[in-house]
């Protein structure tokens, strides 16, 4: 996507499917992979992030599996892609430069700044629980 990593789209979408599954107790990285068809070593390291960071309760063992350890309805999209993307406050520049700002802008800096405050208030404004209401399942 244009706006996000490939990493933080991949935490959003097992987040998701957590929330779905999750229901009855842990769910195994292995069925989480499967189902979203994301490499198992990769999104198990995108899984442990979000353990350590309190998103998600982890257990190993023949029963274990990942669960949400925050309520969908409390978890902002914001919360879970800022562990990988650089989202709210400074965002990247659009143009790449690695210093960009209103003292020193790039051609794109004045129009992606309002646009970049939305979608940093559409990820801050939504939460997990938004998208599990509203959307598809």
């Given at each position: 996507t244009l706006i996000l990593s490939g990493t933080a789209e991949y935490a959003l979408r097992a987040?998701?499917?957590l929330a779905?599954?999750?229901?009855?107790?842990?769910?195994?990285?292995?069925?989480?992979?499967e189902a979203l068809e994301i490499p198992a070593n990769y999104l198990g390291k995108i899984l442990h992030v979000l353990a350590r960071a309190g998103i998600l309760d982890s257990c190993r063992g023949k029963h274990g599996g990942f669960s949400?350890?925050?309520?969908?309805?409390?978890?902002?999209?914001l919360r879970v892609v800022s562990l990988f993307d650089q989202v709210g406050d400074r965002p990247r520049c659009l143009l790449?430069?690695?210093?960009?700002?209103?003292?020193?802008?790039?051609?794109a800096h004045e129009r992606w700044r309002s646009v970049s405050q939305q979608v940093t208030r559409f990820f801050d404004e939504t939460t997990v629980g938004d998208l599990l209401s509203e959307g598809p399942r």
């Open positions: 987040i998701i499917y779905q599954h999750s229901t009855n107790g842990r769910v195994a990285a292995a069925e989480v992979s949400l350890a925050v309520e969908p309805e409390r978890l902002s999209l790449g430069r690695p210093e960009c700002s209103d003292r020193s802008p790039c051609a």
